[in-house]
């Protein structure tokens, strides 16, 4: 094999035995510094850094920091170690330096700035951005953990598929991308929300373990938590496999990559299992970060027999916790942060030296004073946060105060990892136009109880078997066991107000592989890129993935969604009526 001629080493890689080796390095200069006559500057690649000396100021002429350079030299021992360095205790005394690639002079941001830079400008100069170490090393470490996922799965005894991008529309909650065709003018594909019905397909088709690092399209909005168009899932289905089984891969596949991933504490398998009301009961949401001690308490019927006007009549949701000794800033923030949330406000009280006040204590007579105080065990120290709205919203309302007292309180163990099931959920939920019910979760799923369920119980009332895997309040899987009977499907689609003729056109393939003999099975889906957040202590997804969409679902880098010539749409059967702003 003949020589490299750009490099025999790589940044970051030399030490102190290759002192006296004649090297030649490639990679970006990332730092210059002159003392004296002599310059310094580091070496910058993929794989780390190097100090270069040079001492002929010819040798550095014309050329910027990030312009692309072959060094050749000798390896020589540093006078002035540097051992936050891999490389700090030697450095290449440079006898050549080749120009491989000019960097104009001028950079839109400094490399090393660019996690303080603005994100609009990270975006649109992403192959700067990137250049930057720790996002570097974020993206090099989300490709370790992609390979850890494929080894691991494969030992498991799962098969890697590939699924088809050009799809057909599913009503799976979100919005479709449609994509025309010059085959068939006026048609349109969807780009999957998932591969839900694909990988359902495979296991009709006599495969046992699926798995697919799966590209899903969606076309919703942006959250710190979700990327707008694109991601990624771990997808996975089984055949003949109970809930149970699906539980145990998943924990085990979680539990090791933060163990080998991260620093966190993760918490011990099997993982806690919470049905869905029991949740909504104990914590106000779905996604409860079981690191924060709190729990909601009911106080609606307590409060209903009261003259506490604005509080009387209404769903009252209290949260309880060690907060006394707060000053009434800390109460007034809270109920300013609750009405920034389009709440009415917050009412409080706090327990100091057995006496009880707050902000509606006055209103409460003395016999219910002692009758509140004894009902929700109001201790010494205590203070009780109540939120009082319609159900609906003061569930929600409540659920995101939990959150907020748990940061404010200081109640959450930062370096821990605590997952937990959510189970049981309910398989419908009420239309709030109509009133009628529409799919909650997955409509694939099955419903607990079967067709008897669908037949004989109220709507609102079946339980699905249906999972999610939270992850310090974030959602990180969803998942569920499998419908396999088209008549349970047709009877669950109807309910929903689809039709069998609906079912047959929408979901023809499904349908028609049900009738041929289908094996129960279950399977799930891992979030990837929200994965990755907490593994790299990143609050925000965008900083997890090599080129990602704004907040607004625009790539500034490539300039999409961009506008198609008259003949593209022409040839697809498409015309664009254009409203004025």
């Known amino acids: ?322 907060a006394a000794e707060k000053s009434r800033k800390f109460f007034d923030e809270l109920s300013t942060f609750v009405i920034s949330l389009e709440g009415k406000g917050l009412a409080w009280a706090k327990m100091l030296n057995g006496e009880l006040s707050g902000s509606f204590v006055k209103a409460l007579k003395e016999d219910e004073k002692a009758r509140f105080i004894k009902e929700f065990e109001i201790a010494d120290g205590d203070a009780v946060f109540i939120i009082a709205d319609e159900k609906d919203k003061a569930t929600k309302l409540v659920g995101t105060l939990r959150n907020e007292l748990g940061e404010r309180l200081d109640l959450l163990d930062k370096n821990a990892i605590e997952m937990c099931w959510i189970v049981d959920f309910p398989f419908y939920e009420k239309n709030e136009e109509t009133g009628k019910p529409d799919f909650a979760h997955n409509p694939f799923s099955m419903p607990q109880g079967e067709m008897k369920a669908l037949s004989e119980k109220d709507p609102f009332e079946i339980v699905a078997y249906q999972y999610d895997l939270v992850c310090n309040g974030y959602e990180m899987l969803s998942g569920a066991i499998r419908n396999h009977d088209p008549e349970i499907m047709v009877k669950a689609f109807e309910i929903a107000g689809y039709p069998k003729e609906v079912v047959e056109q929408k979901f023809p393939a499904l349908y028609n592989a049900f009738h041929y003999g289908a094996p129960p099975h279950a399977g799930c889906a891992f979030g990837f890129d929200r994965m990755l957040m907490p593994i790299m202590h990143q609050d925000s997804i965008r900083e997890v993935i090599a080129f990602p969409l704004n907040k607004n679902g625009r790539d500034l880098l490539m300039g999409s969604p961009s506008v198609p010539t008259e003949e593209q749409l022409k040839s697809c059967g498409i015309k664009i009526d254009k409203k004025e702003k």
């Not at 170490?133 to 080894?151: G, M, N, S, T, Y």
């Not at 005894?157 to 449609?178: C, K, W």
Request: hydrophobic share 35%.
């Open 1 to 322: 094999m003949k020589a490299n001629i750009y490099r025999t080493n790589n940044c970051g890689e030399l030490r102190l035995s290759d002192v006296g080796k004649e090297v030649r390095l490639s990679g970006w200069i990332n730092t210059v510094r002159k003392l004296g006559g002599i310059t310094f500057l580091t070496l910058r690649d993929n794989f780390g850094l190097t100090q270069v000396i040079l001492r002929d100021e010819k040798l550095l002429s014309g050329l910027s920091k990030e312009s692309v350079i072959k060094v050749e030299g000798k390896v020589v021992e540093r006078e002035s170690k540097n051992f936050k360095m891999p490389t700090g205790e030697i450095e290449v005394e440079a006898k050549k330096v080749t120009l491989l690639g000019k960097c104009q002079n001028v950079l839109p941001f400094e490399i090393t700035e660019a996690p303080q830079t603005k994100e609009e400008l990270r975006l649109k100069y992403r192959f700067l951005d990137l250049r930057n170490p720790e996002l570097h090393e974020r993206i090099l470490k989300r490709a370790q953990i992609l390979k850890f996922v494929r080894d691991r799965l494969t030992e498991l005894g799962f098969v890697e598929f590939q699924t088809p991008i050009l799809a057909n529309t599913s009503p799976e909650g979100a919005r479709d991308f449609i994509v025309p065709t010059v085959y068939a003018p006026g048609e349109f594909y969807a780009l999957p929300q998932s591969p839900q019905q694909f990988k359902q397909l495979l296991m009709t088709s006599g495969f046992d373990r699926y798995f697919q690092i799966a590209p899903c399209f969606r076309n919703e909005a942006a959250r710190a938590d979700r990327t707008p168009g694109e991601f990624y899932q771990i997808d996975m289905e089984m055949s003949f496999a109970t809930q149970d089984d699906v539980f145990e891969v998943c924990e085990t596949l979680a539990t090791e990559i933060f163990e080998k991933f991260s620093d966190y504490k993760v918490c011990k398998t099997p993982f806690k299992r919470i049905k869905w009301a029991d949740a909504m009961r104990d914590y106000c949401t779905d996604k409860p970060d079981l690191r924060n001690p709190l729990r909601v308490q009911d106080a609606t019927e307590f409060f209903d027999k009261t003259e506490v006007g604005f509080l009387k009549g209404k769903t009252a949701k209290l949260i309880k916790a060690k």
